[in-house]
């Protein structure tokens, strides 16, 4: 069974940090091409940052120069650094692997940025 489970989620003050982790399991995790993804109250999910196999990494413009995607293959576990953060960063992430025509998301985790 495949699972996705994100982690790190919360309220943070504007321009604080935050670090979402996403653990993966039943996958061979360093086949899959790793992302973030984000939906905001009344928007559609858009993709935040994505990093392949061999770990080329690229970003929606919005969160350029303040967000970092990572892999550690060894722990089977992608994550995303948040620095800088905005208000319009407040949506649900969810950690997304894909490979091929075969995809799996996670349940989602809330990140509020609000003073």
């Known amino acids: 069974q495949v699972q996705l489970v994100e982690s790190g989620g919360g309220l943070v003050q504007p321009g604080g940090s935050l670090r979402l982790s996403c653990a993966a399991s039943?996958?061979?995790?360093?086949?899959?091409?790793m992302a973030w993804y984000r939906q905001a109250p009344g928007k559609q999910r858009e993709l935040v940052a994505r990093?392949?196999?061999?770990?080329?990494?690229n970003y929606v413009d919005s969160v350029k120069g303040r967000f970092t995607i990572s892999r550690d293959n060894r722990k089977n576990t992608v994550y995303l650094q948040m620095n800088s953060l905005k208000p319009d960063d407040t949506a649900v992430y969810y950690c997304?692997?894909?490979?091929?025509?075969?995809?799996?998301w996670g349940q989602g985790t809330q990140v509020t940025v609000s003073s």
């Open positions: 997304y692997a894909g490979i091929l025509r075969r995809d799996y």
């Open positions: 990093i392949t196999t061999g770990h080329n990494s």
């Open positions: 039943g996958i061979i995790f360093s086949n899959y091409n």
